[in-house]
């Protein structure tokens, strides 16, 4: 069976959700489905592709993030074969107009490999100072041509914000998105980079003006805001390790209607990610339970 042949059934199986059966037979809708990334980046046993899919599996996970171009079409068949979905690929482009390409070339290759299966393009922009005015016109024409050539693959971009990139702040990615105006063209909001370049008391009016177009969050324990702003505190963590309010976190997003996918960042743990993405799923369940707790009266 060639990989065309499993995308429905690696999708169905992806995105299944067991309802909870509340008294009185009502129904609690399931967390959003979590998937996993960069969670190949440090891990002390070095998996190869097929050994992440079955660690995702036997924990829980619904699937994975890919980095960059390289084995796209293995990450599918690895995940798929397992029952998981593919997420995100995440992708560069560049901003500063020289000779490099704007996008890695390869992608014309990859998209046909996408079709119908629900993957999302995570594209960050580069190659210039925050916010530089210089990007601005390269920065739409490359997001126009990356969402006109995604949207002939029925594939969508979530514009993925990055501490240090031209496109830094949440706040930079509504802008380009709401400039491009293509229906495919999304926002990703990213906690740890909010974390180093955003404020937290206008939390909750931010994600309530990128709702219409979130297409993705990303999440991962941490510290506090003031603690990792000012080198105090650890940035990215497993989920259930330090001092931030993750739950207060999540209520936000219940309230502002978010139903997407949600993805953990795992860049920079060490060890064996068993261990870690264990925890994380461990926590992640408790998160939700506590979250539908006020639902079920309690």
Same mark, same amino acid.
């Given at each position: 069976?060639?990989?065309?042949?499993? @995308?429905?059934?690696?999708?169905?199986?992806?995105?299944?959700?067991?309802?909870?059966?509340?008294?009185?037979?009502?129904?609690?809708?399931?967390?959003?489905?979590?998937?996993?990334?960069?969670?190949?980046?440090?891990?002390?046993?070095?998996?190869?592709?097929?050994?992440?899919?079955?660690? #995702?599996?036997?924990?829980?996970? %619904?699937?994975?993030?890919?980095?960059?171009?390289?084995? /796209?079409?293995?990450?599918?068949?690895?995940?798929?074969?397992?029952?998981?979905?593919?997420?995100?690929?995440?992708?560069?482009?560049?901003?500063?107009?020289?000779?490099?390409?704007?996008?890695?070339?390869?992608?014309?290759?990859?998209?046909?490999?996408?079709?119908?299966?629900?993957?999302?393009?995570?594209?960050?922009?580069?190659?210039?100072?925050?916010?530089?005015?210089?990007?601005?016109?390269?920065?739409?024409?490359?997001?126009?041509?990356? %969402?006109?050539?995604?949207?002939?693959?029925? +594939?969508?971009?979530?514009?993925?914000?990055? +501490?240090?990139?031209?496109?830094?702040?949440?706040?930079?990615?509504?802008?380009?998105?709401?400039?491009?105006?293509?229906?495919?063209?999304?926002?990703?909001? =990213?906690?740890?980079? *909010?974390?180093?370049?955003?404020?937290?008391?206008?939390?909750?009016? #931010?994600?309530?003006? @990128?709702?219409?177009?979130?297409? %993705? /969050?990303?999440? =991962?324990?941490?510290?506090?805001?003031?603690?990792?702003?000012?080198?105090?505190?650890? *940035?990215?963590?497993?989920?259930?390790?330090?001092?931030?309010? #993750? #739950?207060?976190?999540?209520?936000?997003?219940?309230?502002?209607?978010?139903?997407?996918?949600?993805?953990?960042?795992?860049?920079?743990?060490?060890?064996?990610?068993?261990?870690?993405?264990?925890?994380?799923?461990?926590?992640?369940?408790?998160? =939700?339970?506590?979250?539908?707790?006020? %639902?079920?009266?309690?």
């Amino acid at each position: 069976m060639d990989l065309r042949s499993r @995308a429905s059934r690696g999708t169905v199986l992806g995105l299944a959700a067991v309802a909870a059966l509340l008294p009185g037979g009502r129904q609690e809708p399931a967390p959003p489905p979590l998937f996993a990334f960069c969670m190949d980046t440090h891990d002390s046993r070095k998996r190869d592709l097929r050994q992440q899919a079955e660690m #995702l599996k036997d924990l829980g996970y %619904a699937g994975a993030g890919h980095l960059w171009l390289d084995r /796209v079409e293995e990450r599918l068949r690895t995940l798929e074969e397992a029952g998981l979905r593919l997420f995100q690929i995440y992708l560069r482009g560049d901003v500063s107009g020289g000779a490099k390409p704007g996008v890695d070339p390869r992608l014309g290759e990859v998209l046909p490999l996408l079709r119908g299966r629900g993957v999302q393009l995570a594209l960050l922009l580069q190659g210039l100072r925050p916010r530089d005015p210089a990007g601005e016109p390269r920065a739409r024409e490359l997001v126009r041509g990356i %969402a006109d050539r995604a949207g002939e693959a029925g +594939v969508e971009v979530v514009l993925y914000h990055h +501490v240090g990139d031209w496109m830094e702040r949440v706040e930079d990615a509504l802008r380009v998105a709401e400039e491009v105006d293509r229906p495919n063209v999304k926002v990703m909001f =990213n906690l740890c980079h *909010w974390m180093k370049t955003g404020e937290e008391a206008g939390l909750r009016g #931010l994600l309530g003006r @990128a709702a219409p177009r979130l297409g %993705a /969050v990303s999440l =991962n324990g941490s510290d506090t805001m003031a603690e990792v702003k000012s080198g105090k505190g650890r *940035w990215i963590q497993p989920l259930g390790s330090g001092s931030y309010d #993750l #739950l207060g976190f999540l209520r936000i997003l219940r309230d502002i209607g978010y139903k997407g996918p949600v993805g953990l960042q795992c860049y920079g743990i060490g060890g064996d990610a068993r261990e870690h993405l264990g925890r994380s799923m461990a926590a992640w369940r408790e998160l =939700n339970a506590r979250l539908a707790g006020p %639902a079920r009266g309690s």
